[in-house]
């Protein structure tokens, strides 16, 4: 499995549990993103991923913490592939 589609499982794995509202909207863009970078060019996920980043920035926190669990390593993922 790619990193591209670890950060889309644990964004995707968000959806499942239950955050707080503002949270989800967030988590939810971030997800959609993060689906679309899968199948792009390699410089078009490296935007794409950048835009993952500063999403998940705006997260404080989802109110669960097995949710802020996947927010981290998503976090990690989207700054390395935004890096590439």
Known sequence: ?????RLYEHL???AELPVERSASR???EAEAVADDLREAAPDVQ???AAVVV????KVEG???SEAD??????????AELADE
């Open 69 to 78: 669990e996947h927010v981290e390593r998503a976090r990690a993922l989207a």
């Open 12 to 14: 995707a794995a968000t």
């Open 54 to 57: 500063q999403l998940l920035a």
């Open 1 to 5: 499995m790619s990193d591209a589609d």
């Open 46 to 48: 490296t935007q794409r």
């Open 62 to 64: 989802t109110g669960n």
């Open 26 to 28: 967030l988590l939810g």
